[in-house]
Protein backbone atom coordinates (compact mmCIF):
# COMPACT_ATOMS: atom_id res chain seq x y z
CA UNK A 1 0.00 0.00 0.00
CA UNK A 2 2.80 2.24 0.87
CA UNK A 3 4.34 1.71 -2.12
CA UNK A 4 1.54 2.23 -4.29
CA UNK A 5 0.56 5.52 -2.42
CA UNK A 6 4.58 6.73 -2.78
CA UNK A 7 4.83 6.10 -6.69
CA UNK A 8 1.22 8.22 -7.29
CA UNK A 9 2.97 11.05 -5.32
CA UNK A 10 6.17 10.90 -7.18
CA UNK A 11 3.72 10.82 -10.40
CA UNK A 12 1.87 13.54 -9.67
CA UNK A 13 4.68 15.92 -8.53
CA UNK A 14 6.39 14.89 -11.62
CA UNK A 15 3.47 15.84 -13.77
CA UNK A 16 2.57 19.44 -11.58
CA UNK A 17 6.46 20.04 -12.05
CA UNK A 18 6.18 19.31 -15.97
CA UNK A 19 2.68 21.40 -15.94
CA UNK A 20 4.17 24.24 -14.36
CA UNK A 21 7.08 24.42 -16.80
CA UNK A 22 4.78 24.60 -20.17
CA UNK A 23 2.41 26.92 -18.63
CA UNK A 24 5.36 29.12 -17.68
CA UNK A 25 6.85 29.34 -21.01
CA UNK A 26 3.81 30.01 -22.48
CA UNK A 27 2.89 32.57 -20.41
CA UNK A 28 6.23 34.52 -21.10
CA UNK A 29 6.60 33.95 -24.72
CA UNK A 30 3.41 33.62 -25.95
CA UNK A 31 4.62 34.11 -29.47
CA UNK A 32 7.39 31.06 -28.78
CA UNK A 33 10.63 33.25 -28.84
CA UNK A 34 10.99 34.49 -33.01
CA UNK A 35 13.38 36.94 -33.12
CA UNK A 36 17.27 37.74 -34.75
CA UNK A 37 20.83 38.72 -34.50
CA UNK A 38 23.07 40.46 -36.80
CA UNK A 39 26.72 39.55 -35.94
CA UNK A 40 29.39 41.53 -37.65
CA UNK A 41 32.78 39.34 -37.52
CA UNK A 42 31.10 37.28 -34.97
CA UNK A 43 30.06 40.17 -32.36
CA UNK A 44 26.59 40.99 -31.86
CA UNK A 45 25.97 44.51 -33.44
CA UNK A 46 22.07 44.18 -33.27
CA UNK A 47 19.29 41.96 -32.04
CA UNK A 48 15.66 41.78 -31.81
CA UNK A 49 13.13 39.28 -30.40
CA UNK A 50 9.31 39.35 -29.48
CA UNK A 51 7.87 42.55 -30.49
CA UNK A 52 10.60 44.44 -30.95
CA UNK A 53 10.87 42.82 -34.50
CA UNK A 54 8.89 45.26 -35.84
CA UNK A 55 10.37 48.00 -35.01
CA UNK A 56 12.66 50.03 -37.33
CA UNK A 57 16.83 49.24 -36.74
CA UNK A 58 19.10 50.82 -38.49
CA UNK A 59 22.65 48.88 -38.91
CA UNK A 60 25.43 51.13 -39.37
CA UNK A 61 28.47 49.55 -41.35
CA UNK A 62 30.84 52.85 -41.74
CA UNK A 63 33.70 51.76 -39.94
CA UNK A 64 33.14 47.81 -41.46
CA UNK A 65 36.32 46.59 -43.85
CA UNK A 66 34.83 45.56 -47.19
CA UNK A 67 36.16 41.56 -46.09
CA UNK A 68 34.43 41.98 -42.95
CA UNK A 69 31.23 39.38 -42.54
CA UNK A 70 27.91 40.00 -41.65
CA UNK A 71 25.94 37.06 -40.43
CA UNK A 72 22.09 37.07 -39.71
CA UNK A 73 20.76 34.62 -37.16
CA UNK A 74 16.77 33.69 -37.15
CA UNK A 75 14.86 32.61 -34.92
CA UNK A 76 11.74 30.85 -36.21
CA UNK A 77 9.82 29.75 -32.60
CA UNK A 78 12.64 26.50 -32.21
CA UNK A 79 11.04 25.88 -36.05
CA UNK A 80 13.99 24.90 -38.65
CA UNK A 81 13.60 27.80 -41.18
CA UNK A 82 12.88 26.46 -44.95
CA UNK A 83 14.06 28.60 -48.55
CA UNK A 84 15.61 31.01 -46.85
CA UNK A 85 16.52 34.52 -48.22
CA UNK A 86 18.40 37.68 -46.89
CA UNK A 87 17.58 40.82 -49.26
CA UNK A 88 18.62 44.05 -50.19
CA UNK A 89 16.18 46.63 -51.05
CA UNK A 90 16.50 50.15 -52.30
CA UNK A 91 14.99 53.16 -50.80
CA UNK A 92 12.17 52.33 -53.11
CA UNK A 93 11.42 48.72 -52.43
CA UNK A 94 13.01 47.62 -55.27
CA UNK A 95 15.32 44.23 -54.80
CA UNK A 96 18.84 44.86 -55.69
CA UNK A 97 20.32 41.99 -54.47
CA UNK A 98 19.52 38.32 -53.03
CA UNK A 99 21.33 35.84 -50.66
CA UNK A 100 19.57 32.22 -51.19
CA UNK A 101 20.13 29.75 -48.34
CA UNK A 102 20.10 26.20 -47.82
CA UNK A 103 17.17 25.03 -45.34
CA UNK A 104 18.42 25.23 -41.96
CA UNK A 105 18.90 21.95 -39.79
CA UNK A 106 18.21 23.15 -36.74
CA UNK A 107 16.26 26.01 -35.00
CA UNK A 108 18.99 28.71 -35.51
CA UNK A 109 21.25 28.39 -38.51
CA UNK A 110 23.51 30.90 -40.07
CA UNK A 111 23.75 33.38 -43.25
CA UNK A 112 26.47 35.05 -44.07
CA UNK A 113 27.31 37.48 -46.71
CA UNK A 114 30.47 39.78 -46.96
CA UNK A 115 30.32 43.20 -46.36
CA UNK A 116 31.68 44.31 -49.77
CA UNK A 117 28.77 42.59 -51.08
CA UNK A 118 26.40 45.29 -50.00
CA UNK A 119 29.25 48.38 -50.51
CA UNK A 120 29.27 47.51 -54.31
CA UNK A 121 25.71 48.04 -54.52
CA UNK A 122 26.29 51.76 -54.35
CA UNK A 123 25.87 53.16 -57.23
CA UNK A 124 24.45 57.04 -58.02
CA UNK A 125 21.90 57.92 -55.01
CA UNK A 126 21.77 54.45 -54.33
CA UNK A 127 23.10 54.56 -50.95
CA UNK A 128 20.18 53.58 -48.78
CA UNK A 129 19.49 50.01 -48.13
CA UNK A 130 16.94 47.90 -46.00
CA UNK A 131 18.04 43.94 -45.14
CA UNK A 132 14.51 41.59 -45.53
CA UNK A 133 14.80 37.83 -44.56
CA UNK A 134 12.15 35.67 -46.02
CA UNK A 135 11.66 32.47 -45.50
CA UNK A 136 8.87 29.57 -46.19
CA UNK A 137 7.41 30.42 -42.47
CA UNK A 138 7.53 34.02 -43.56
CA UNK A 139 6.75 34.35 -47.37
CA UNK A 140 6.22 38.26 -47.18
CA UNK A 141 9.79 38.92 -45.79
CA UNK A 142 10.47 41.01 -42.73
CA UNK A 143 12.37 44.07 -42.67
CA UNK A 144 15.26 43.42 -40.15
CA UNK A 145 17.51 46.97 -40.42
CA UNK A 146 18.27 49.79 -42.88
CA UNK A 147 21.90 49.66 -44.14
CA UNK A 148 23.97 52.56 -44.07
CA UNK A 149 27.26 53.47 -44.11
CA UNK A 150 28.07 57.10 -43.27
CA UNK A 151 26.31 59.62 -41.02
CA UNK A 152 24.84 61.69 -43.75
CA UNK A 153 23.08 58.27 -44.99
CA UNK A 154 21.71 58.32 -40.94
CA UNK A 155 20.24 61.60 -41.61
CA UNK A 156 18.89 61.00 -44.90
CA UNK A 157 17.34 57.90 -43.36
CA UNK A 158 15.72 59.47 -40.89
Not at 105 to 116: E, F, L, N, Y
Request: include cysteine; aromatic fraction near 8%; glycine fraction near 6%.
Amino acid sequence: MKKMISKTFVLAALTAALFSFSTKTSLVSPTGGEGFEIYLNGKVVMQSFGKAIHTAKTLQLGKASPNDKLTVSYHHCGQAGKKRVLTIKDAQENIIKEWRFSDAKTGVSDMSCRVQDIISLKKGNNHIFKLYYSSAEISNGRMLASVVFDKTELALHK
